[in-house]
């Protein structure tokens, strides 16, 4: 009986956290469609290299909507099982699949080189791209997409990283859209990419 | 006699019955079911496994540490999503195991982090763990490795079929039949 309400504390209490987290986003898509450039609005310039060293801007990603979701390559749990639902999703957007780009940007710059993410990624989908950079510029892009992460020591004197665990979606102009969470049920997570692809610009 | 040796024998079976279900032999103080391990990206240097760890006894146990040959080091851990934020901590002094009662480790909460990784985890193959207990002491332990979509809440439905192709870059197979 405890235990039960226990649980139903903690329940609330985690339910009340997300509601706190909905809201803030709710006020951060608002402020973002109304244009207005202000400490809720998420995305902004960056430059950083891809998987394949080559140098990558905002402007890289410009003219296509796209996902992107930070973590890093030494991340157990969460990364991969986000990166491999992430997988499973594109392959059910089919053709839709192309109106989007895909980015991993590491919270862990120091330990993910392009080659160590390019090999990471090579388990997923051939869509999503690996990005990383300086500490410096890994803070700036997480600063502007309003990104936690904090380096956790470990006994061993290593480290995990804490990390927000969504995946932002931003429409073709580089502004805020919406979210995919953690573990989101497929069948909403590939709704929400579709309406995002079918805002992609025809060229 | 016939009565007693009967008897034994049914006994013998019955202690049969657990023991093929769960590692860690008749006689150990924790029972380990179900263990499997995630099969990891290229390249990844960190894997986690998971198991529910059931203890027999009447007196609270605590696993202390953990090792396998295919990580450097091995720690049981804790992973939260807070606020949407995912955070993973070190189980501080060992993780409990109450008296006659038992712990799951699952995606999504404790598991066993296999840290170095010396070669990745492929599906289909097994590791060797070796879980440490304050009072049942070693318990060594096969894990089977199951794909990288096993066990979470969307990927895991579809079993070991998930990956499709992709797990197949074996190592070696291919690159000894290279042309001259």
Same mark, same amino acid.
């Given at each position: 009986m405890m235990q039960a309400r226990r649980w139903i504390i903690i329940t609330m209490a985690g339910v009340a956290g997300?509601?706190?987290?909905?809201?803030?986003i709710v006020f951060a898509v608002g402020a973002g469609k109304a244009g207005h450039i202000g400490v809720a609005s998420i995305g902004g310039p960056f430059t950083l290299v891809d998987d394949t060293g080559k140098p990558v801007s905002d402007k890289t990603l410009a003219g296509k909507p796209y996902a992107i979701y930070f973590g890093y390559t030494y991340c157990p749990e969460v990364c991969p099982t986000t990166l491999f639902d992430l997988t499973q999703w594109i392959k059910k957007l089919g053709p839709d699949a192309d109106k989007l780009n895909y980015v991993f940007v590491t919270v862990d710059p120091e330990r993910d080189t392009p080659k160590l993410m390019h090999a990471y990624l090579s388990s997923f989908d051939?869509?999503? !791209?690996?990005? =990383?950079?300086?500490?410096? $510029?890994?803070?700036?892009?997480?600063?502007?997409?309003?990104?936690?992460?904090?380096?956790?020591?470990?006994?061993?004197?290593?480290?995990?990283?804490?990390?927000?665990?969504?995946?932002?979606?931003?429409?073709?102009?580089? !502004?805020?859209? =919406?979210?995919?969470?953690? $573990?989101?049920?497929?069948a909403s997570a590939v709704s929400k990419l579709k309406a995002l692809a079918s805002q992609a610009p025809t060229s | 006699m016939r009565i007693l040796a009967k008897l034994v024998f049914i006994a013998a079976l019955v202690a049969a019955v657990p023991a093929a279900f769960a590692q860690g032999g008749g006689n150990s103080k924790i029972d380990v079911e179900k263990p499997w391990a995630r099969a990891t990206p290229a390249g990844a240097m960190s894997g986690a496994a998971y198991m529910t760890l059931a203890n027999k006894t009447a007196t609270e146990d605590r696993?202390?540490?953990?090792?396998?040959?295919?990580?450097?080091?091995?720690?049981?851990?804790?992973?939260?999503?807070?606020n949407g934020v995912m955070q993973m901590r070190e189980v501080a002094g060992g993780l409990v195991i109450p008296a006659n009662g038992s712990v799951t480790l699952k995606p999504g909460s404790y598991h066993v982090m296999l840290m170095g990784l010396k070669k990745p985890l492929v599906a289909g193959q097994s590791l060797a763990l070796t879980l440490t207990f304050a009072k049942a002491g070693n318990i060594s332990i096969t894990v089977p490795i199951e794909a990288l979509g096993g066990g979470s809440g969307n990927g895991g439905m579809g079993g070991m079929g998930g990956m499709g192709g992709m797990q197949h870059d074996q190592p070696g197979g291919m690159g000894k039949m290279e042309m001259k």
């Open positions: 997300f509601a706190v987290a909905a809201l803030a051939k869509h999503i !791209r690996g990005f =990383t950079g300086t500490p410096a $510029q890994i803070a700036k892009i997480a600063g502007e997409y309003r990104v936690y992460y904090k380096k956790v020591p470990t006994s061993d004197g290593s480290y995990v990283m804490d990390h927000s665990s969504m995946i932002y979606l931003m429409d073709a102009d580089e !502004r805020f859209d =919406t979210v995919i969470t953690y $573990q989101e049920k497929d | 696993l202390t540490g953990a090792s396998s040959n295919v990580a450097a080091k091995v720690q049981v851990h804790e992973m939260k999503v807070v």
